[in-house]
């Protein structure tokens, strides 16, 4: 099930009922504020079900998770690994990621009135190893990371994320890129 599924399904007046959701996050606390405020709210005819509940990146094991029990996985300020990713495209599992605590509170309030805004879809361009990084004093200091593409390309334009054990540890551009 998708939150836009979930949407049309409520509209069309269809006992749904439960909106099954796991949730990771980064950090214990994190994951337990969303939970808490996930669960507040549920009405009468529509209620939110956490599932699973845990900190660390999002694995195989969850995607397989919410594959049985038709749930959504939400992700704070972690990612997928690659095979998780892949095996949600596969088995059609959604993966909706955050940073936010609030924009994922919205989308699932927005998901229960039946009023869920267009999707945002985020698009992989391709994936790279850090081999080796190198500190360079001179105006500040400035870090480059010595990288090896794993899969598709890598653009100068794009947007990229560091990300170490599964989480998050930069989002933003790429100051210069050299064969």
């Known amino acids: 099930m998708k939150l836009g599924d979930f949407s049309r399904l409520f509209a069309e007046g269809e006992a749904v009922g439960v909106l099954p959701i796991i949730i990771k996050g980064d950090v214990d606390g994190s994951v337990q504020a969303v939970a808490d405020a996930l669960e507040q709210l ?106 090896y593409v794993t899969e598709g390309v890598i653009d100068r334009k794009a947007k990229v994320r560091v990300i170490r054990d599964g989480i998050v540890v930069y989002d933003g551009g790429v100051g210069s890129l050299k064969r």
Do not use: W
């Not at 039946?114 to 990084?133: C, H, W």
């Open 42 to 147: 549920g009405t009468p005819e529509v209620q939110v079900d956490i599932v699973h509940r845990a900190a660390g990146a999002i694995n195989e094991s969850d995607v397989l998770l919410a594959e049985t029990s038709g749930a959504i996985v939400m992700g704070f300020g972690v990612r997928p690994d690659a095979k998780a990713r892949q095996l949600a495209e596969r088995n059609g599992v959604e993966i909706k990621l955050y940073d936010v605590i609030y924009n994922a509170v919205n989308d699932v309030h927005a998901t229960l009135e039946g009023m869920l805004s267009p999707e945002q879809k985020e698009t992989l361009l391709g994936a790279a190893e850090i081999r080796a990084i190198f500190r360079i004093k001179g105006k500040g200091v400035r870090t480059i990371a010595g990288c």
